[in-house]
């Protein structure tokens, strides 16, 4: 499952070809193990989804491959250089941007941009064209001068990922950077990062939007520390989904969750999973062709309205919640733990 | 290296702006210095002059006379009491009337004569500076004027006199007792005045940082959508603080006296309740600072100006009664000088409330002032 | 007013001072919730949804315009209003020193909830919300989700009729969020609430009874889930084209084609009619050698509803 450079695989590529590169890496807070012999590399200019539950180890992972902690074990190659050793070169041609990225506040856009400009080591002449090109970039004209705290979430979150990039990095972490943002923003804000993508950076990013997901060249899903999958979105859907997704639309959808719900317990019907999005409803059968009719029947035996039922392609979360229940445990130990 | 300079430059940069942008912050900056360097330069005195001072003259002649005149004349005393013995004299120091007491016996005139004037300087020893400066005035002007006898002897008499003068003893001595602080302990003189300083840092900041803290923080909304009202919010971010100065009173009090033996003259349950009113109004100073500041960096700087003032204004270290007019008015807005003097009487000299009253009845005004503060300050909503 | 609306506002007006002009944040909003109803204020970042849910609470001045709780006027009677409500605070933040079953007794004694009664309520709260093993945790140790379930747990605990969410879910991870709708739908099963929620996220919209879009202090939609969708004009398809710049660019000028969104690496249209219309996509893209899948008509979700509503907001805006 896990996705192993091969020996000859690396022979092929000279050194640093992969921007980013780990190889079992593990780490261990006291008895606890947050990072398990996780193995990726990412391509040169890819946008790669690095997803998974809260507590999961995602980052954790992040921090090792940006030098703030280090491995317990393993290894790791950021553009060639290693991570522990050669932390403050390799920080130069990294951008981060994280959910506690602090902007300052009592300074405005423009200042920000000009504080990690410099502090990144950009000289005057490069730092100005640099500015407005990244207020530009995030669409802050007549923003620039305002005071950050006065900015709404969607700008900050631009100007955050300004201020990321401004030393033009070519790999780029980006963690949960559209939390709370709404669908306009948030549509824009990737329309940011295949920008950036399209131009040769890499980019790591982490999200809980399924959409989002599905806007990565590919994904890595990482659960309980250990990575549980990793492909393009497709490659996934039909490797580790167990089972066929019925999308049910119904008016009453509480409702028939808790019936179906009964079922699967019951078992009176093959049902894997059950889950609600937004007001419709996934259910996870052996084979769509062979039990939509009994779902339906079920349902509307209960007297639930069924508007709509049809077998659809699953979405990277069906495929998430599957491969975590072929997972052995259950509860996720690290959810109770803050992160 | 250069690249290591300019990051250090732009660090320097954005916490300079940072500063200017904050004006409070920025005000304090130079208001501060401009007001240490004019208290140093105008209020701030180690000798000290003008003492206020209560004469007893017994002898009632010329000699008795003259040398009041000479103690008038010198600056150091201002005599406003003229007073009929040594009792009066050392009510007058209990009730902080005067600081020094001049007592001049019987028969001055033929005892001078016979070259053995003496004098009876009283001071007041809960006032450390006033102690010195008292002592070394009153040493130097007895002195001088017993030169002045002495020559004035030397010039009507022969040259018998002139010998007598040079070899023998001055024709008037002081004898001087310092009230309540024989030994001139520096730490009797000081404790009463650090336990004040020392509870209003206190519930000061306590008051002060706890309520801008929790704006800060963000859990005065949430704590305001329930039914609590203001009041009680208030109330109880004060009352911590209050126990936490109480219980410090209590420990440098108790340590003062049973090991650096200094001591307790007075009723305990009265420098208790006198305590609270001076707590209760150290917390209005505070919560005037939350309204006013902004965030918790302003906070401190306030509470540390306030602190300021009060180490050079209430009396604590440095004597009042030599500073100009406005720094005593100053001085006197502070609750700490109120009860700088109700913890001294009651410590040292351990006077009641006969003494105290009036210093009691400023430190309940203030306590009412600031609980009136305190229910104004309190709002139901954010804005 | 009748007995049976929770919430009402009229015309509310709020205003900020801002460093040179005035800012009109809350720009006469007139909306309405039943008992037992959940309501969902939704609109773009810095619309004005926070600063219309305090406003309602009392805990922001009105500046115009009545709203009131209860039959409660939110500036007179503050007081009558919270101790029947119960809110989550946007950043809110529980004591982080108390424990869990610290902070639960804090809420029931600042509620006034005698002793007596307080041990069971607590007990079942916790045991709703899944933390009864986690009583003696700080607060400040718990995980996002755990703590936002533990914020709606002490808003709850004096039983209040009304509760009024301020992006609750904010940052948590999906799993947590449908925890915590799930406890909430059950909470209100057993307690009959009507809740008032802002949120970014558009499947929780969903599952409200009524929603509120919210656009620069205006309301512009107030309906049921399904009324706002009947709002936006036409059917709406999807597909997943393998080229996804080129497909955008040769939809978005075709006839019929009323409006050309995209969710993930899908592009959803909304055409005036299925069948001819998708006819024609298809042909166009076979004409540019465009391979695509998944080509079907689905109903409009609250998300593309919403980005709809709002772009014609703004275009009409901007019109003006």
């Not at chain 1, 980052?59 to 050669?86: H, K, N, Y």
């Not at chain 1, 990922?161 to 943002?181: K, M, Q, S, Y």
């Not at chain 1, 399209?198 to 994904?219: F, P, S, W």
């Not at chain 3, 992006?167 to 009507?194: C, H, I, K, M, Y």
Request: neutral net charge; aromatic residues 8%; hydrophobic residues 45%.
């Amino acid at each position: 499952m896990a996705d192993k450079p091969l020996a000859s695989e690396y022979a092929a590529r000279p050194e640093g070809a992969y921007p980013v590169i780990a190889e079992d890496l593990t780490k261990r807070f006291g008895e606890f193990t947050a990072v398990d012999r996780v193995s990726f590399h990412i391509l040169p200019g890819e946008v790669f989804g690095w997803l998974g539950p809260n507590g999961a180890g995602k980052t954790t992972t992040i921090r090792m491959l940006l030098g703030l902690i280090r491995p317990s074990a393993g290894t790791l190659g950021v553009l060639g250089f290693d991570p522990v050793t050669q932390t403050k070169i390799m920080q130069a041609h990294v951008g981060y941007m994280s959910q506690l990225f602090t902007l300052y506040n009592d300074l405005t856009a423009r200042e920000n941009i000009h504080f990690y400009g410099r502090v990144y080591g950009l000289n005057r002449k490069a730092l100005a064209q640099r500015q407005d090109e990244i207020i530009q970039m995030a669409g802050l004209e007549g923003r620039e001068d305002m005071l950050t705290a006065n900015l709404s979430g969607g700008w900050k979150q631009r100007l955050a990922l300004g201020c990321a990039i401004v030393h033009n990095p070519r790999v780029v972490f980006l963690d949960e950077p559209t939390a709370g943002v709404d669908a306009i923003s948030r549509r824009e804000f990737w329309g940011l990062i295949y920008a950036m993508a399209n131009k040769g950076t890499t980019i790591l990013v982490t999200t809980h939007y399924m959409d989002e997901a599905e806007l990565c060249q590919r994904v890595g899903f990482i659960n309980q520390g250990r990575l549980v999958a990793i492909g393009t979105p497709d490659e996934l859907k039909q490797t580790h989904m167990r089972g066929q997704v019925l999308e049910i639309d119904t008016p009453e959808p509480d409702h028939a969750v808790r019936l179906l719900k009964e079922a699967q317990t019951k078992q009176s019907l093959p049902i894997d999973e059950v889950a609600l999005y937004g007001a419709q409803i996934h259910v996870v059968v052996p084979s769509a062709d062979e039990f939509l009719k009994p779902v339906r029947a079920m349902l509307e035996s209960e007297a639930i309205v069924v508007s709509n039922i049809v077998w659809i392609t699953p979405t990277l979360e069906d495929v998430f919640i599957s491969t975590v229940q072929n997972q052995a445990g259950q509860a996720t130990p690290g959810k109770e733990i803050k992160n | 290296m250069a690249k290591s300079l300019q990051r250090l430059r732009a660090l320097i940069y954005k916490e300079t702006v940072q500063i200017l942008r904050d004006r409070r912050t920025l005000l304090l900056f130079f208001a501060l210095p401009l007001v240490e360097l004019f208290l140093f330069a105008y209020a701030v005195s180690l000798t000290v002059t003008h003492l206020p001072t209560a004469v007893v003259d017994q002898s009632l002649d010329t000699r008795s006379r003259n040398f009041i005149h000479a103690v008038v004349n010198s600056g150091n005393f201002d005599v406003t009491l003229m007073l009929q013995n040594e009792q009066q004299v050392r009510q007058a120091i209990d009730a902080g009337t005067v600081k020094v007491g001049v007592i001049i016996p019987p028969n001055f005139e033929r005892q001078v004569l016979l070259g053995k004037g003496d004098v009876l300087i009283l001071l007041d020893g809960s006032d450390s500076f006033s102690v010195q400066s008292g002592y070394t005035a009153a040493l130097s002007i007895t002195q001088k004027y017993s030169l002045d006898l002495t020559t004035e002897k030397v010039q009507s008499g022969g040259a018998s006199t002139v010998l007598n003068a040079l070899t023998g003893q001055l024709p008037i001595t002081t004898n001087t007792r310092v009230l309540y602080n024989p030994d001139i302990t520096d730490l009797i003189f000081i404790l009463p005045g650090l336990i004040a300083l020392i509870m209003q840092i206190i519930v000061v900041t306590n008051s002060a940082m706890a309520i801008v803290r929790e704006r800060e923080t963000g859990t005065l909304e949430q704590l305001l959508a329930t039914p609590a009202r203001p009041a009680e919010m208030v109330i109880a971010k004060l009352i911590p603080g209050m126990l936490v100065a109480i219980l410090d009173m209590t420990m440098i009090l108790a340590i003062g006296v049973f090991w650096f033996q200094v001591p307790f003259q007075g009723n305990i349950m009265l420098l208790a309740g006198l305590s609270i009113l001076f707590i209760i109004s150290g917390m209005g100073l505070g919560l005037v600072i939350s309204a006013v500041a902004k965030t918790q960096r302003q906070a401190q700087q306030l509470t540390s100006v306030i602190q300021l003032l009060a180490m050079l204004l209430t009396g604590f270290l440095y004597p009042r009664t030599t500073m100009p007019l406005w720094t005593q008015i100053i001085g006197n807005l502070i609750p700490m000088t109120y009860f700088v003097r109700v913890i001294r009487g009651i410590m040292t000299k351990g006077v009641g409330m006969t003494f105290l009253w009036k210093d009691s009845l400023t430190l309940f005004a203030y306590a009412a002032l600031a609980l009136a503060i305190a229910a104004v300050i309190s709002k139901k909503r954010l804005d | 007013m009748p007995i049976d609306v929770v919430i009402s506002t009229q015309a509310l007006v709020k205003h900020f001072k801002g460093q040179r002009k005035i800012v009109t944040a809350v720009d006469s909003v007139t909306l309405e919730v039943k008992r037992g109803e959940t309501f969902g204020l939704i609109g773009p970042d810095g619309a004005g949804k926070s600063t219309t849910t305090r406003v309602i609470l009392g805990l922001l001045r009105r500046d115009g315009g009545t709203s009131s709780v209860l039959g409660y006027d939110s500036m007179r009677d503050v007081y009558e209003i919270r101790e029947r409500t119960g809110y989550i605070a946007q950043q809110f933040t529980l004591p982080a020193d108390m424990t869990v079953l610290e902070n639960m007794r804090f809420f029931a004694d600042l509620h006034g909830i005698p002793h007596k009664l307080q041990k069971s309520s607590i007990a079942e709260l916790l045991k709703f919300a899944g933390l009864t093993e986690f009583t003696s945790r700080p607060a400040g140790r718990l995980s996002g989700g755990m703590k936002k379930k533990l914020a709606l747990a002490c808003s709850l605990i004096h039983r209040p009729q009304v509760v009024l969410l301020d992006e609750p879910t904010l940052g948590v991870d999906p799993v947590s969020r449908r925890e915590f709708w799930n406890l909430l739908g059950n909470l209100r099963a057993e307690q009959g609430l009507a809740i008032f929620v802002c949120t970014p996220y558009m499947d929780e919209a969903e599952r409200c009874n009524k929603v509120g879009l919210i656009y620069k202090g205006r309301l512009i939609a107030q309906d049921t889930p399904a009324g706002i969708k009947k709002m936006v004009p036409g059917h709406l398809i999807e597909f997943k084209p393998a080229k996804f710049e080129a497909a955008r660019k040769l939809v978005t000028g075709m006839p019929g084609i009323l409006e050309v969104q995209t969710y993930g690496a899908m592009l959803h249209l909304y055409i005036d009619e299925t069948e001819r219309r998708q006819k024609q996509i298809e042909e166009a893209l076979s004409a540019q050698d465009i391979a695509w899948s998944g080509m079907r008509g689905i109903e409009p979700r609250m998300e593309e509803a919403f980005i709809s509503l709002v772009r014609r907001q703004e275009a009409a805006d901007h019109g003006r």
